[in-house]
């Protein structure tokens, strides 16, 4: 699988790999989610960097907790693990340098999205490879939440959050929204940093 991921990452910026996570690993990680819900340990998501910081919530409507991965659990560590497969194979083969990893549940409640955006910050251009791994079982296309995403030639792809898919692209490279759904849609979304 990471051999297409790097295939489509080298041809076009961006890739979708439905099934990159187990679904053992994504029950796991979603119940983890949803309990740090529970006990009130996510936070409104911010907008920008430093003093440009916002909570907007007409704009950006999910809720966050970082993860640390020396405080990792067994399932977020093995969620590490795969990535620091996917980020060796990318710098073998793509050289794109990535060191290190910030990444984050996210929750979207029903009916809350985040508009258009690119994912890097004006005054911090290190964000240069993002990653999505949606956790939501059983994913409808009518229940909305799609991840569109703004392609080069001037078109546009929807992308169903399903448990389970990865999607990746070119943090500088690809404006992009989600939609909001008629259900919470959760995910872990982190970006590969160059030093
Ligand atoms: C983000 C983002 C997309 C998604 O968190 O920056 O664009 O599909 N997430 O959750
Ligand atoms: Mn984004």
Redesign the pocket.
Known sequence: MIESIITDLAEKGWCVAPGFLSSGLVHKLAQEAEQLYQDGALHPAAIGKAEQRQILSTLRG?SIFWLDEERATPAQAEFFAQMDELRLAVNRELQLGLFELEVHF?RYPAGAG?EK?L?VFQKDSRRTL?I?CYLNESWQPEQGGQ?RMELEDGGSTD?Q?EGGTL?CFLSHRFP?E?MPATRTRQ?I?GWFKRR
């Open positions: 999910d996210a985040y955006h994912d993002t999505i991840l992308i959050p999607v992009h989600v995910s979304t």
